[in-house]
Nanobody, 117 residues
Framework: QVQLVESGGGLVQAGGSLRLSCAAS????????MNWYRQSPGKQRELVAT???????NYADFVKGRFTISRDNAKNMMDLQMNSLKPEDTAVYYC???????????WGQGTQVTVSS
């Protein structure tokens, strides 16, 4: 059973920064892609950023230029550096990984990010 554990959420003022981390219980090279999603109250969960096994990345338009996704292969961790945070970035942020075999999706428990104005 794969476990993904997020950390790093919290309360920050608008314009501030936070760094989220996701620790995987197995090698991140066993995943075809790892993603950060977020969900605000009353809204659907939305994709924020993706990093693929080859290292390529993609970002949602609403975070481009502000957020950076990265990974530490040796530690089996994925990070999300969030800069210039806005109140609308307030959400629960989830780590997601897609297994190479069967393309099964795994989810973390989520970490709350709150940006005050």
């Amino acid at each position: 059973q794969v476990q993904l554990v997020e950390s790093g959420g919290g309360l920050v003022q608008a314009g501030g920064s936070l760094r989220l981390s996701c620790a995987a219980s197995r090698s991140i090279f066993s995943f075809s892609a790892m993603n950060w999603y977020r969900q605000s109250p009353g809204k659907q969960r939305e994709l924020v950023a993706t990093i693929r096994i080859g290292g390529s990345t993609n970002y949602a338009d609403f975070v481009k230029g502000r957020f950076t996704i990265s990974r530490d292969n040796a530690k089996n961790m994925m990070d999300l550096q969030m800069n210039s945070l806005k109140p609308e970035d307030t959400a629960v942020y989830y780590c997601n990984a897609i297994g190479l075999e069967f393309q099964r999706a795994y989810w973390g428990q989520g970490t709350q990010v709150t940006v005050s104005s």
